[in-house]
């Protein structure tokens, strides 16, 4: 694709039994960019043959796949989404017409589980909380949504430091300085392909609420 409407960074470790479905899943105008961040499943290379743009990015982190994605992305707006297949990519055009029509800033995906098994509970409980503190700063948000959407140029304007678990919290509390727009849209939010590294352990999610809990406070104080 020589001139997509919009690019969707994927971060990817090891997804390789996902990525069919994602990439088959990829509206029309939206190209994919998937972030290998250290696979060894052989998701790069699967991700290639599908015909999504691959970059390597060889340093560890949610927040430095997403990074590298938005550094290699050319399209004027940008999504994020995961990888590994709890997330309809046909639901991208939710988050990002609003911002290719000028009507916000930053778009998230709201979570609408689509079965119990599709959120676990610690996961669950941790985003209620997280949610709420983002609302007693003014920003109305129920869902630290995984799907997003923003125009390239604004985000790396954003300065966005974190490069952990931390990133997705950061851009939005960034965004808030800024004065942006941000809005919320539904997006259904199904069981993942294969395992979790983050959310569907409790261990993954302490080290995500660490990375926040870090974040926050350097944005606050």
Not at 107 to 135: C, D, E, I
Request: net charge positive; aromatic share 4%; with cysteine.
């Amino acid at each position: 694709m020589s001139m997509p409407l919009v690019d969707v960074v994927l971060p990817c470790l090891d997804e390789a039994g996902a990525l069919p479905y994602v990439l088959s899943r990829m509206p029309d105008g939206y190209r994919a960019i998937v972030v290998d961040n250290g696979s060894t499943d052989g998701s790069g290379a699967l991700a290639a043959r599908l015909g999504a743009l691959v970059v390597t990015e060889p340093r560890k982190g949610f927040g430095a796949a997403c990074h590298a994605g938005l550094m290699a992305a050319t399209a004027p707006v940008v999504c994020f989404c995961d990888c590994d297949g709890s997330l309809d990519p046909q639901h991208l055009p939710r988050v990002a017409d609003p911002v290719l029509e000028g009507r916000s800033d930053l778009v998230l995906g709201r979570r609408r589980p689509v079965t119990s098994r599709a959120w676990p509970p610690h996961a669950r409980a941790a985003n209620v909380l997280l949610a709420f503190r983002l609302r007693r700063t003014g920003v109305a948000v129920r869902d630290l949504g995984p799907m997003r959407a923003a125009r390239r140029e604004a985000l790396l304007g954003l300065g966005v430091k974190d490069r952990r678990s931390g990133y997705p919290l950061e851009t939005v509390l960034a965004a808030k300085r800024a004065r942006w727009q941000i809005t919320e849209i539904d997006v259904d939010y199904a069981p993942r392909t294969g395992k979790s590294k983050v959310t569907g352990t409790v261990g993954g999610t302490l080290r995500a609420i660490k990375d926040m809990n870090r974040v926050w406070k350097e944005a606050t104080r």
